[in-house]
Structure formats: C-alpha cells, structure tokens
C-alpha cells in the first residue's frame, strides 16, 4: 500500500540474513536506497556506450565477454536498432547460433550503431 501511495520514506526492503542476528532474525527490514548513478539497470534510460573493433568482435565474443562479463546478463536478445528487427543474438536455443563465429561488421554494426539488449534474467 505504501508503494501505491507512493509514500517512499516509509517502504522497506528485506534483507535475508545467513545467521541470525542478535535479536534472533532471520530476516531483518532495511530503508530503502537511492538508485546509484553508475548503474546502468538503474537509470531512467538503461544505456551504456561500448567501444569495440566490429570487424574482430564476433557475436559470441560479445555475447560472453560484453554482455555476459562485464553486465551481468544471464540469457541475451540482441536486436539492432535499423527499423528491420534484426535479431543477431537469441536466448532460444539454436535461434542464432549460426552468428556466434560471425563478427559484429558482418550485420552492419559499425560507428554509432544502436543495438537494443535484453535480459529476463539479469544479475543487477
């Protein structure tokens, strides 16, 4: 109810902890914090700018090094921004596996291209 109300000074999360604390609790309330403004999963407009050789990148190297490495994302979709739909990475099994050993120049990704990823189950 406080969320609809958005009444935000008196939301809590919960924290689980992994030993009781003193008060014999498992789980322990905990306010609420700003989102912080490096996080790219926090911002209004989850972005980020990656600077990379597409001539040598391959989809797979992207999908294991950029998108899985360094942001935490568990299943990828890539899709980029041309107005086509063009999908060059899929989390459905054997969907685009034949792009893995294709670089990303292959697609027409090149300077300023905009591709659009997605997680269902990112780690943030």
Known sequence: MKILREDWSKCTMSILQRRPTNRRKLIVPSPLEKPRESCY????RPEVTVTLNTETMTVGGFEERVLKKHLGMVAPDVEIEDGKGTIILSSEEGE??????????????SNHTRLKCDDFFTRV
């Open 41 to 44: 999963a926090c911002a209004d």
């Open 96 to 109: 685009t596996t034949q792009n893995n050993d294709k670089s990303l120049s292959h697609f027409g990704v």
